[in-house]
């Protein structure tokens, strides 16, 4: 949840609502072996690989707006 100061920004735009019932959306440093970060959420997605230097860096997520609850 947001603290105070956030919630009163969250307030002027509008958002407050959305950002506590909304569907959530992690990002994971280092959570694995083979990624720096990774993503874990509740909406349907799919993954793919972001790569450096030939070697896996990032677990992305793509997800219709649609499937957002």
Known sequence: MPDDDEEEVLKRFG???QVKTGAKILALWCA??????????????????VMENDME??????FSIADIP
């Not at 860096?57 to 793509?62: E, F, H, L, T």
């Open 57 to 62: 860096y990032c677990r992305g997520i793509v």
């Open 32 to 49: 694995g072996d083979e990624y720096s970060w990774t993503y874990g959420t509740q909406i349907p997605h799919a993954c793919f690989d």
């Open 15 to 17: 958002v407050l609502e």
